[in-house]
């Protein structure tokens, strides 16, 4: 059954420093996600991208991100200068869009950032 | 904007009993997708069940089952014949389409009891 992965599955940095998260969204999906659970809370969305181009974005997703699909299969979400605050699951998920709606995404197993 | 919400923290089950857990939500749209998630110690997000708006018959998938009541804009979710491996967080979330993103609830933490 076709998957969505993600690489790390857990990273540390500094603070101050920059990631990049990595996930390869199903083949022939079109919408792909990046949400954020910290630890205990409610998963959030960050960003949603279509047609090589941000659709939408949260109040979070603020200029310190960016995302990116540097080939066809590969979707990147960086992180220009983490904060401590930044230190959170990140999942990536991907759709295949119905009658020009969206179908459930599909997540990936998530990243788990640590910002120290 | 959309809000989603899950009134019950916790809640727990004997095994093999039934329990419902419970999802609201504000929206001032017509046309919308609702999903429950689970989401086990292991912290992926897997996909429980779906519900298009328009549709009026209730999504089932084996075990699980909604009830979803358009006007009072709620949606529960029924897990019958509960099993150990159905102790998870469970979110409810809410999509509007297109690139819409998932609003998710704050999740509700299902305990079996064996």
């Known amino acids: 059954e076709p998957e969505v992965t993600q690489t790390p599955s857990h990273q540390v940095t500094q603070m101050g420093q920059e990631v990049i998260l990595r996930c390869v969204p199903i083949s022939n999906h079109l919408y792909f996600y990046w949400y954020r659970q910290i630890l205990g809370q409610k998963v959030e969305f960050l960003v949603s991208?279509?047609?090589?181009?941000?659709?939408?974005k949260s109040e979070i997703f603020d200029d310190q991100f960016s995302v990116e699909r540097p080939d066809g299969s590969n979707f990147t979400l960086k992180i220009r200068s983490t904060k401590l605050e930044d230190s959170a699951m990140y999942f990536c998920a991907s759709s295949y869009p119905d009658r020009g709606l969206n179908t459930e995404a599909f997540f990936g197993q998530g990243t788990r950032l640590t910002v120290v | 904007a959309q809000t989603v919400t899950q009134s019950q923290p916790e809640m727990s089950v004997q095994e093999a009993e039934t329990v419902t857990l419970s999802c609201t939500y504000d929206t001032s749209e017509s046309d919308y997708y609702l999903f429950w998630y689970k989401q086990p110690p292991s912290r992926q997000m897997i996909l429980v069940i779906r519900q298009e708006a328009y549709k009026q018959q209730n999504a089932t998938e084996n075990r699980f089952s909604v009830n979803f009541q358009k006007a009072a804009k709620s949606f529960s979710l029924k897990i019958s014949d509960s099993q150990l491996g159905d102790a998870a967080m469970y979110f409810c979330?809410?999509?509007?389409?297109?690139?819409?993103?998932?609003?998710f609830g704050k999740g509700t933490h299902l305990i079996i009891q064996p």
């Open positions: 991208f279509y047609n090589n181009e941000i659709s939408e």
């Open positions: 979330a809410y999509s509007g389409g297109g690139a819409d993103g998932l609003t």
